[in-house]
């Protein structure tokens, strides 16, 4: 027989073995409280950046709504124990409004409260998202919704942005052009993984639809694009327009890069493709990086 009221919420906790709270002496208002972060004295070194990092939070991508996963930092001068890490959510709570606005714009104006906020010269922030878009079939032109994985890097120095950049990974068919070389009939093929992270102009004007500039780069290129419904007549096209385009990892990173080094609004760019060969237990992978 428990000498707990197994009847009540409490009671069945005490009987599980939860205790009362201590009845402790330290202040219970914020404004006694100790506040060990905001301690000023020489504290050897300068931090260059102290934050978060995995802050689950919504995000608008263009029309869609999305999870953005972010990292958040500021600097931390050496006459300052720490930063006060409350003041970054509060820094993003401020631009909610059904989630925030994935693009450059807001997120310098995150960076700008959060580097008022927490008295620092430097902020920075990354964020991942899914990247959702209207994507047709080749023939039918059937509507559906592509995606691909994209990143915002910005940091900012008082006013000044220091660092803009963007990566956007997606899929894409590969064809093996030594497969269709040796072979009688057929080739392989299989999923390409790319990864473009382009370096942005801090002062440059971007044009509305900067991101499918870049993924149009990633994807045309390709033996083939990817698309979420396919019918006969399209995939009849898919496959036919990948025997005709066929490419090694080497040849799909040297077109891309041949379209964005035409890009008067990108100061560099590093590109690697990753092919999950189909006929190998291996992957395929290729990188390229180039500086203007």
């Given at each position: 027989m428990s000498e707990f009221d197994l009847s009540t919420r409490e009671g069945r906790w005490k009987h599980f073995g939860s205790v009362d709270p201590i009845k402790g002496n330290k202040p219970t208002s914020k404004e006694k409280m100790t506040d060990l972060q905001s301690t000023n004295k020489d504290f050897l070194f300068e931090?260059?950046?102290?934050?978060?990092?995995?802050?689950?939070?919504?995000?608008?991508?263009?029309?869609?709504?999305?999870?953005?996963?972010?990292?958040?930092?500021?600097?931390?001068?050496?006459?300052?124990?720490?930063?006060?890490?409350?003041?970054?959510?509060?820094?993003?709570?401020?631009?909610?409004n059904h989630g925030i606005e994935l693009d450059f714009d807001a997120l310098y104006q995150v960076l700008r409260i959060l580097q008022e906020s927490m008295n620092q010269s430097s902020a920075g922030v990354d964020v991942s998202g899914k990247w959702f878009y209207d994507r047709y079939s080749p023939q039918t032109d059937i509507k559906a919704v592509g995606h691909a994985d994209v990143t915002y890097g910005l940091a900012i120095k008082d006013d000044n942005v220091t660092r803009k950049e963007l990566t956007i990974e997606a899929a894409v068919t590969t064809l093996c052009p030594c497969s269709k070389e040796i072979s009688e009939y057929s080739a392989h093929n299989q999923r390409g993984i790319v990864t473009v992270k382009a370096y942005i102009d801090k002062d440059a004007e971007l044009s509305d639809d900067y991101k499918s500039v870049i993924l149009d780069a990633m994807e045309a290129n390709a033996s083939s694009v990817l698309y979420p419904i396919l019918k006969r007549p399209d995939e009849k096209r898919v496959t036919e327009r990948a025997y005709e385009n066929p490419r090694f990892v080497e040849d799909l990173i040297r077109l891309i890069a041949a379209d964005l080094v035409e890009l008067d609004w990108l100061e560099g760019f590093d590109i690697e493709c990753r092919n999950e060969e189909s006929i190998h237990q291996h992957d395929a992978f290729a990188k390229l990086k180039h500086r203007k």
């Open positions: 931090i260059e950046e102290v934050g978060i990092k995995n802050l689950i939070y919504p995000v608008n991508i263009d029309r869609f709504q999305t999870a953005g996963n972010f990292s958040f930092s500021t600097s931390l001068n050496q006459d300052e124990k720490g930063i006060n890490m409350s003041r970054i959510l509060e820094s993003v709570e401020k631009h909610y």
